[in-house]
């Protein structure tokens, strides 16, 4: 069967498909809302099961289409469990009708009605570029730049063929809100960087249990950095509750301080993340039913404290080690004063574990409390 003979299928029946794009393998969850013989469009789930916009996506872009696996297994239960756990989601954005013919143009718009911010991916220099789209002709789309990270590459002009793009995702939670704070303007502000030197240690500690977010980053990579405040610390290590890119409570991150490469106090990036932070706050949905954003932790042993509130509350922790570059799934058996004994998974596919002990000294960070690691629970144990 043909790929566009699937997608018919799947449309027809309005079943839960992966779509699987080209090259970079993004898969898109969701059902078909229309297609023709060269695009489609999807109404889409994120990974915790939850509606999160849609996606135009070229067919020429696609690898696969799926209609059964393990992966869309995972997803229909995911949807089962956010469903009967009342999940805050984003705000659904109803779009109208669109017939398949012209379902490009279409669409495209609609967008520029709507001057709603869009992911466009493959068509630019970047792979991935938020924008807002400004015009159409009958060759060519023309946008102008959203850059999240820094406003000053706010509003550039580019133009590409209309016919370039691999997909374009929009209304999903992250691209509304997106939305809503672009419709003022915003100016850049020159980020504050403080490097791991002797004045980390007192920035850091003037920081705690203040409502200032901070971007921290890891020695392994400039791309690897949380979000968070700071709840505990002490001269080795600090707790950070974190926030998520769409401003939710994003779970705890332990982490060793010989591990950070530099942190960030003000950035354009964190006046984001902290406006959406406040805008959830407001409406009271800024911690998921399922999660505890109250933990509290004793600062003269935090790996002991931690250890041992995530052995009581059965948690899932992702550990990273000092001396590996891979990260492991495990969760906690049994916490001392010096070491802790844990049951790490060495075969997610078959849900076994080895019980090993481990010195604290061994650990590089720890992250445990946000939503993935909920389902992910659900998922090996349940």
Not at 241 to 254: E, K, N, R, W
Not at 331 to 358: H, N, P, W
Request: one cysteine or more.
């Amino acid at each position: 069967m043909s790929k566009y003979k699937q997608l018919q299928h799947a449309y027809q029946q309005q079943q839960l498909i992966d779509v699987v794009r080209r090259p970079t393998k993004d898969i898109y969850t969701g059902t078909i809302c229309q297609l023709n013989s060269k695009y489609l469009l999807m109404r889409v789930y994120n990974d915790y099961g939850l509606l999160n916009g849609y996606v135009l996506i070229a067919i020429r872009a696609i690898a696969f289409v799926g209609d059964h696996g393990a992966d869309l297994e995972r997803i229909k239960q995911r949807i089962k469990i956010a469903q009967s756990k009342e999940l805050f989601a984003s705000q659904e954005l109803t779009v109208p009708p669109f017939s398949a013919d012209h379902l490009l143009t279409n669409v495209l718009k609609y967008l520029i009605n709507q001057q709603l911010i869009v992911l466009i991916i493959g068509a630019t220099n970047y792979q991935y570029q938020q924008a807002k789209i400004q015009a159409l002709n009958k060759q060519q789309v023309k946008i102008a730049t959203v850059d999240f990270f820094d406003f000053a590459y706010n509003n550039q002009p580019i133009a590409f063929m209309k016919n370039q793009f691999d997909a374009i995702e929009f209304g999903g939670q992250e691209l509304n809100q997106a939305t809503k704070f672009f419709l003022q303007p915003h100016k850049h502000q020159l980020p504050i960087m403080v490097k791991a030197n002797l004045h980390l240690i007192p920035l850091l500690k003037s920081l705690k249990d203040k409502e200032t977010l901070i971007m921290v980053y890891i020695n392994t990579s400039n791309n690897n950095f949380y979000v968070g405040k700071i709840i505990n610390i002490n001269n080795q290590e600090m707790v950070l509750s974190l926030v998520d890119q769409d401003g939710y409570f994003g779970g705890y991150a332990l982490i060793r301080l010989s591990e950070v490469s530099f942190v960030s106090t003000q950035t354009d990036y964190l006046r984001i993340i902290a406006t959406y932070r406040t805008w959830h706050q407001q409406d009271q949905t800024f911690v998921q039913p399922v999660l505890d954003d109250k933990m509290q932790f004793d600062n003269q042993n935090l790996w002991q404290s931690v250890f041992q509130q995530a052995t009581l509350q059965k948690l899932m922790l992702r550990v990273q080690f000092r001396q590996l570059n891979t990260d492991f799934l495990a969760y906690g058996l049994q916490a001392k004063e010096k070491s802790v004994k844990l049951a790490v998974f060495d075969d997610l596919q078959r849900q076994t574990t080895q019980i090993q002990e481990f010195k604290y000294d061994d650990f590089a960070r720890i992250t445990f409390g946000y939503l993935n690691l909920y389902f992910t629970k659900a998922e090996l144990i349940n």
